[in-house]
C-alpha cells in the first residue's frame, strides 16, 4: 500500500500512533478486521437482499459489486485521514482540520452521528422482527428497546469486551452467508434451481438503470466501514494496522454479498425474494436441506446484534470525540474510572436510538441512513483534498488524488436516487443539529461575556 511520510518511522509502533489518550489501546489488527468486517455485513444482506431483487431482478450480484465499486473509493480517504491523524471523533474532525468552519464540522458529525443511531435502531426493529418470531412471539416496539438497552450495557462494560463479542459474533454471521451459499449449490449441482437467473434483470427498467437504482438499497449493505474511524485511538500501531484491516474487510465482504446474491436468485425468483422479510430463511427452506428454522433464524439474530452493537460503539465514541473538542456538551467526555469507557455517552446514543425506534420502518430508516452517511462522504473525500498541502513526519497510507474526486461523483450520483421522504427526513435531522449548535454557541457567548 502506498505510504508518504518518513520511512524510518513506517512500521514504528512506537511513533506518535503511541500519543496520550485517556482510552485503552486494546484493539489489534485482528480484531480491527473483524470489527470492520462484521459492522458491514450483518442486516444490511439478510433483511435487504430481497428488496435488491426486487428491485434489480436476478442480477442481484451487479448492485452489489457496484456499491463496493462505490465504498472502496470512499475508504481510500478514510485510509488516508485515519492514519494521518488517528484520533476519535472521525469525519467531523477530518472535517475541523481541513476547513476550519465550526459549523460544518458540527453538522458533518452530527450527521455521523443521526445515522449511527438512527442504524442501530433500524437494527433494533430488525431483531425484534420476524427472525426473532422464530422463537418468541414478542411485541415488537418492547422488545426492540430492551435489546438496546443489552447492547448499552455491554458497550459500557468496555471496548475489549465489545470486541470479544464482536469477534464471536462475525464468525457466526460469516459461516450464516457461507452455508447459504453452500446450501445454494448443492441444489444447483444436484440438477435444483435456476442459475441462469443471475444475468435476468427486472422486466420493464433498463439494466443500467435498474443496477443503479438497486445499487442504493445494496449501498446500505456496505456502509459500517466508516465506523472504525471512530476507534482509532483505541487501535494499537494504527497507521500501519487500519489501512489493511480496512480494505481487507470490505473486499471480503463483497465476496461473500456476490456469493450470496448468486445463490439467492438460483434457488428463488426475485419476486419470491422481494416478498419475503426474511429472504434468506426463505432461501435455506426452499433448498429442500433438513435446517430448522431456529438454527439460522438464530444466525441471522446475532448478525443483526453485532451490527447494533459495533454501530452503537462507533455512536459513542463520536459523540466523546466531538465532545472533547467542544463540539457537543463536555460532560459527553465523562469516563468510567476503571473500565475507561465514554459512559454518558454511552447513555445518550443509546436513548436517543431508542427515541428512533419508534419513529419508523426499517426500511426508511435505512434509506435515511444512507443520505445522512453520503453528506458524510463527500465530506471526507473534501478534506483528503484539501489536506495533501499539510504534511507530517509520520509515513501514513496516501490514496491516489483521482479517487476521492470519483467518490464526491459517486456519492452526488446516489444523492439523486434518494425520494423525497427521505430528504425531508434527513433534512429534519440536520435541520435539529443546527440548532442544538446554535443553542450551544449563544450559551457559550453568555459565558464568556458574563
Not at 150 to 177: P, Y
Not at 315 to 324: E, I, N, Q, T
Request: aromatic letters at 8%; a positive charge.
Amino acid at each position: 500500500m502506498p505510504l508518504a511520510g518518513s520511512e524510518a518511522n513506517s512500521h514504528a509502533a512506537s511513533d506518535s500512533d503511541a500519543q496520550q489518550t485517556r482510552l485503552r489501546r486494546a484493539i489489534t489488527g485482528p480484531a480491527l478486521f473483524l470489527f470492520i468486517l462484521g459492522d458491514v455485513l450483518g442486516a444490511g444482506v439478510y433483511a435487504l437482499v430481497g428488496k435488491i431483487a426486487g428491485e434489480v431482478g436476478g442480477a442481484v450480484w451487479a448492485p452489489l459489486l457496484l456499491a463496493l465499486f462505490f465504498a472502496l473509493l470512499t475508504a481510500g480517504s478514510y485510509a488516508e485521514l485515519v492514519s494521518k491523524y488517528p484520533r476519535a471523533g472521525g469525519t467531523a474532525v477530518f472535517t475541523a482540520r481541513a476547513f476550519g468552519s465550526p459549523l460544518l464540522s458540527f453538522l458533518v458529525g452530527f450527521a455521523m452521528l443521526a445515522a449511527g443511531v438512527t442504524s442501530a435502531a433500524g437494527l433494533s426493529l430488525a431483531f425484534a422482527g420476524d427472525y426473532l418470531g422464530a422463537f418468541l412471539d414478542l411485541p415488537t416496539i418492547p422488545t426492540a428497546l430492551g435489546f438496546l438497552l443489552l447492547v448499552g450495557l455491554l458497550n459500557a462494560r468496555g471496548i475489549r469486551e465489545s470486541l470479544r463479542a464482536n469477534a464471536v459474533m462475525t464468525v457466526i454471521e460469516v459461516s450464516g452467508l457461507l452455508f447459504v451459499v453452500l446450501v445454494a449449490a448443492r441444489l444447483v449441482l444436484a440438477g435444483g434451481g435456476d442459475p441462469g437467473r443471475a444475468m435476468a434483470f427486472a422486466p420493464g427498467v433498463s439494466p443500467a438503470a435498474a443496477v443503479l437504482g438497486a445499487a442504493l438499497l445494496a449501498f446500505y449493505s456496505f456502509v459500517g466501514f466508516e465506523v472504525s474511524a471512530n476507534v482509532a485511538e483505541e487501535v494499537r500501531d494504527v497507521r500501519r494496522v487500519y489501512p489493511r484491516a480496512l480494505f481487507g474487510a470490505l473486499l471480503v465482504a463483497g465476496l461473500i454479498y456476490v456469493g450470496v446474491g448468486l445463490a439467492a436468485t438460483a434457488v428463488l425468483t426475485p419476486e419470491a425474494l422481494g416478498a419475503s422479510t426474511a429472504p434468506l430463511l426463505e432461501v435455506v427452506r426452499a433448498t429442500g436441506f433438513a435446517v430448522p428454522d431456529r438454527a439460522f433464524s438464530l444466525v441471522a439474530l446475532v448478525a443483526v446484534a453485532n451490527g447494533a452493537l459495533l454501530t452503537m460503539i462507533m455512536s459513542s465514541r463520536l459523540a466523546y470525540g466531538m465532545a472533547d473538542r467542544g463540539l457537543l456538551p463536555l460532560g459527553l467526555t465523562r469516563v468510567l474510572p476503571g473500565r475507561r469507557t465514554p459512559w454518558l455517552a454511552i447513555v445518550a446514543t443509546t436513548l436517543v436510538a431508542m427515541l428512533l425506534t419508534v419513529t419508523g420502518s426499517l426500511t426508511a430508516l435505512a434509506e435515511t441512513v444512507v443520505l445522512l452517511l453520503l453528506f458524510v462522504f463527500i465530506a471526507t473525500n473534501a478534506a483528503v483534498l484539501a489536506l495533501r498541502k499539510e504534511r507530517i513526519a509520520e509515513a501514513h497510507f496516501r490514496t491516489p488524488t483521482a479517487l476521492p474526486v470519483l467518490a464526491i461523483l459517486a456519492c452526488l450520483l446516489l444523492l439523486a436516487q434518494q425520494s423525497g421522504e427521505t430528504w425531508l427526513r434527513a433534512g429534519l435531522l440536520l435541520g435539529l443539529g443546527a440548532l442544538l449548535y446554535g443553542v450551544g454557541r449563544r450559551r457559550a457567548r453568555r459565558v464568556s461575556g458574563g
